[in-house]
Nanobody, 123 residues
Framework: QVQLVESGGGLVQAGGSLRLSCAAS????????MAWFRQAAGKEREFVAGIRWSIGSTYYADSVKGRFTISRDNAKNTVYLQMNILKPEDTAVYYCAARSPGLRTLVSEYDYWGQGTQVTVSS
């Protein structure tokens, strides 16, 4: 079965950077799309960024475009989210998700989820 394990969250000051990792196992992911979502306290979970594993094409929410970068390492079966110029409004639990095939942006369209990692940005 598919397992997704996130790491790399923490506390950072506004303007700082963090890199999240999502280690994927249990499947060959060449046909999968991987995504990062986030959920702030009292808000709905929202799409942040996604990548198609096979060709590496990416898609970002407008709120993070130009600041966040999603990438994958085929050899390590790991997806990363590099987050730069962090803002207090980026504070949330960040989740890694997987689906096949095709990249989508809705929570309901993803089959597999990690446990989440907390990112807190102080002002």
């Amino acid at each position: 079965q598919v397992q997704l394990v996130e790491s790399g969250g923490g506390l950072v000051q506004a303007g700082g950077s963090l890199r999240l990792s999502c280690a994927a196992s249990g499947r060959t992911f060449s046909t999968y799309a991987m995504a990062w979502f986030r959920q702030a306290a009292g808000k709905e979970r929202e799409f942040v960024a996604g990548i198609r594993w096979s060709i590496g094409s990416t898609y970002y929410a407008d709120s993070v475009k130009g600041r966040f970068t999603i990438s994958r390492d085929n050899a390590k079966n790991t997806v990363y989210l590099q987050m730069n110029i962090l803002k207090p409004e980026d504070t949330a639990v960040y989740y890694c998700a997987a689906r096949s095939p095709g990249l989508r942006t809705l929570v309901s369209e993803y089959d597999y989820w990690g446990q989440g990692t907390q990112v807190t940005v102080s002002s």
